[in-house]
């Protein structure tokens, strides 16, 4: 009876945090477990390492939001590749994905650069489906790159290092980037627009304007695997050089804005952990009882072969990422299907992977993908035309999903030839 009551909760909207929690309280209950171990498996959660780097790379990302970081970055972008065919095109493939990796939500993507974006391609002469298509699909094209905060998330919930799920996530991003590009150029060759590459005698203002910011990568990536700094270091001393970059060296950003920014940026980081917390109570009842194994013996009747059950868990994943946010996603379906997958090899790192694109792609997959309806919002279209729009971006992502499925050895040789 108490579980049917937590069920109607959540049908009419009860915040995912109480419905996870109050379902682990009452499992426990059910067999004779004291509840208490719930909170102890929340608190148990703040002792785990790798944790502190979520909220320093979330506010770091939210300071690059509200600066002008996204004008300059497209500003150097079109300087080093407007000459190529369809080279604006190119420019916001790359932006976004830059963008994305250090803000973690398609949504700020989307919002911060589709007003500097579509009136920039439509005057460019791309078709106005091709812009919005490219601009809907791209908001989320960054989550295979570090510091991509699902990445981390993943990582805290599987147990799994994280400077190794940085590794396994470069070529599988790039590739996706990389065909995106290509339609891009295809695209762009047939458009008679003036050139939108920046003269180079322009190159030494743009650099000048730009040069503070583009050491993020080196810093991030040079001081992770250069053996300088672990993860909870770099992103510490990413939102360090982000605020003296963003406040006081471009005063982009207000000093009495940071308070109030700073607040924004761990609401959102609250709201991660307490889903964490109580997802991680809910998944050790689910060990306790065996669920995980039995699942695993369920389906291995049926399904003996990887590669089908790879297929099969593609499908769920799209599905789960047209429906939920990347966040909940992660840790209410990946302690669930780690077990799973170890039974039939694969692993945690390939896994993280197809778990990550899954959701990036079902971002855009209709009907309810959430990037689609933040178009339609942002751009004061009908959802149905982002459908249209979005399809053969849609299908080169689903190309690259199953590349990067069924060769393995993308997510995982840079993981044994460096890590």
Not at 146 to 158: A, E, F, R
Not at 196 to 210: C, F, K, M, S, Y
Not at 373 to 387: I, M, N, T
Request: proline residues 6%; aromatic residues 10%; charged residues 10%.
């Amino acid at each position: 009876m108490s579980k049917l009551l937590i069920i109607c909760f959540a049908l009419i909207g009860t915040p995912l945090f109480i419905v996870i929690a109050a379902l682990a309280l009452v499992s426990f209950a059910a067999v004779d477990i004291d509840p208490s171990v719930v909170i102890i498996e929340m608190t148990r959660l703040g002792d785990t390492p790798l944790l502190v780097s979520l909220p320093l790379f979330i506010f770091a990302g939210t300071l690059l939001s509200e600066s002008g970081a996204p004008g300059r970055i497209l500003t150097v972008s079109r300087l080093l590749l407007g000459w190529l065919p369809g080279g604006l095109a190119v420019v916001s493939l790359i932006v976004c994905a830059v963008f994305t990796a250090f803000t973690g939500a398609s949504g700020v993507t989307i919002f911060a650069l589709g007003g500097l974006l579509l009136p920039a391609l439509i005057a460019d002469g791309y078709r106005e489906r091709f812009s919005l298509g490219l601009i809907t699909s791209s908001g989320s094209l960054g989550l295979l790159f570090p510091p991509s905060l699902p990445l981390i998330l993943y990582g805290v919930v599987s147990e799994t290092r994280i400077d190794h799920l940085f590794l396994a996530g470069l070529l599988p991003g790039l590739l996706m980037l990389l065909l995106l590009c290509g339609y891009a150029i295809a695209s762009g060759a047939a458009i008679t627009g003036g050139s939108t590459a920046i003269p180079w005698r322009e190159a030494g203002r743009v650099l000048r304007e730009t040069i503070w910011e583009l050491p993020l990568p080196v810093i991030i990536l040079g001081g992770i695997y250069g053996g300088f700094l672990v993860v909870g270091e770099a992103a510490a001393v990413t939102a360090l050089y982000v605020l003296i970059v963003e406040v006081f060296i471009y005063r982009d950003i207000a000093l009495s804005r940071v308070p109030a920014i700073m607040g924004r940026s761990m609401m959102l980081f609250g709201g991660i952990m307490v889903i964490l917390a109580a997802s991680m109570a809910s998944t050790n009842f689910l060990i306790d009882q065996q669920v995980p194994s039995r699942l695993f013996a369920f389906i291995n009747a049926y399904i003996d072969n990887k590669y089908t059950f790879l297929l099969l868990l593609n499908i769920f994943l799209l599905i789960v990422g047209s429906i939920l946010d990347i966040f909940s996603a992660l840790v209410l379906v990946v302690p669930l299907i780690l077990p799973i997958a170890a039974g039939y090899d694969v692993s945690p790192l390939h896994l993280g992977i197809i778990f990550l694109t899954n959701l990036q792609i079902g971002y855009c997959t209709p009907p309810v993908g959430l990037n689609l309806f933040l178009a339609s919002y942002r751009f004061k279209r009908p959802v149905v035309e982002l459908y249209r729009a979005t399809l053969p971006f849609l299908g080169l992502l689903l190309l690259t999903l199953l590349l990067i499925t069924y060769f393995p050895w993308l997510s995982l040789i840079l993981v044994d030839r460096l890590g």
